[in-house]
């Protein structure tokens, strides 16, 4: 396939514009769920970490579209989201029952992990608003055309695994991006815990293959391309071998111990990170700041070598830091590119 046309940044208000959920998520430090008395506070989604990792570590103009519970929680996500600079003017709010019977917030609560102990998530998610949201909720004309306009949407297999409506908002969202000229990524990002109760696998599988064919680039693991799309990595055949894909590469030897890297197949051309071995403090969101330093190399015409490197280190620097998303700078992140070490900067 030729090369991704990405329209100049004079042309749109936003770089990035992602689709999903974003959750609070509760970290229980070094201690475990069941017996910790005290939790911090993060924001983080599979789909928003991508538009905050580009504003905040990459300074692209980003907004999370999204439905948000009105009510302290939900504010309190809002404040978090505008401490990382993400633009919160297409966030829907959804009038609060008082108790959660209608609608609600989603509650994350994830435990690092340490050596053999692994990382766990328990998520509390269930009815939230962004879940119900559905056609129409969203004006993309507004948000994608010529009033607005973004020179990248992306979205992914957890906004679509939220209920029957948001795969079907999914699938208007990338109509009108490819209307647009927008490039447009899905991160397949498969959780067993979001499907199991309504099919599993198959279910995945359907979905997600329906939304591939609307897709510019396309963002997993091995473990998402088999669960969401059922077939293996090697080569991605089918129906997608001209479509570009960009896998991380994990070897998990213990939670705080990973070899880790990347693959690509671009423009005809396979692009290889190889593994070397890193220290995690906290994995969770390393595929997601993976995802935006990638895009934003192909944002800034970077060749596309550089940009799945950029998306390499970004992801290592990433899991070195509690919370789902990205503390590092730009700065930091070229720096792991050329070989940096970890000696102090002062």
Request: with cysteine.
């Amino acid at each position: 396939m030729e090369e991704l046309s990405i329209k100049g940044a004079e042309t749109s208000r936003w770089d990035c514009v992602s689709l999903g959920e974003v959750m609070l998520r509760l970290d229980p430090g070094e201690g475990r769920i069941h017996t910790v008395r005290q939790f911090q506070a993060w924001e983080g989604g599979g789909e928003y970490n991508v538009a905050r990792g580009l504003r905040r570590c990459f300074g692209m103009r980003t907004a999370i579209a999204t439905a948000i519970a009105d009510n302290p929680i939900g504010r309190l996500v809002e404040d978090l989201i505008l401490q990382g600079g993400v633009d919160t003017s297409l966030i829907r709010w959804v009038p609060y029952d008082g108790i959660g019977r209608t609608v609600r917030n989603g509650l994350n609560f994830t435990e690092r992990g340490f050596g053999v102990r692994a990382a766990v998530g328990c998520s509390d998610r269930g009815n939230t608003a962004i879940s119900q949201t559905k056609l129409g909720d969203f004006d993309w004309e507004a948000i994608l055309g010529p009033r607005n306009g973004a020179r990248w949407l992306h979205t992914g297999g957890i906004f679509a695994a939220l209920s029957p409506s948001t795969p079907e908002v999914a699938v208007e969202a990338l109509d009108k991006a490819r209307q647009y000229g927008t490039i447009t990524s899905f991160d397949l990002n498969y959780r067993d815990s979001l499907w199991k109760s309504i099919g599993g696998k198959a279910k995945a599988q359907e979905v997600n293959r329906a939304l591939v064919n609307k897709l510019d680039v396309l963002f997993g693991n091995e473990e998402d391309f088999s669960a969401m799309l059922g077939i293996k990595l090697e080569g991605v055949k089918e129906d997608f071998d001209e479509l570009p894909v960009a896998s991380t590469l994990r070897t998990a030897q213990t939670a705080s111990r990973n070899a880790w890297g990347a693959m690509a197949i671009y423009n005809q051309e396979i692009l290889y990170v190889p593994q070397r071995d890193i220290d995690i403090m906290d994995r969770v969101g390393g595929g997601d700041s993976f995802a935006s330093g990638l895009i934003y190399g192909m944002l800034s015409g970077k060749p596309a070598a550089w940009a799945v490197a950029c998306g390499v280190a970004h992801g290592a620097l990433a899991m070195t830091t509690p919370g789902d998303t990205s503390t590092a700078s730009r700065a930091e992140v070229e720096r792991v590119m050329l070989g940096g070490s970890a000696r102090i900067a002062r």
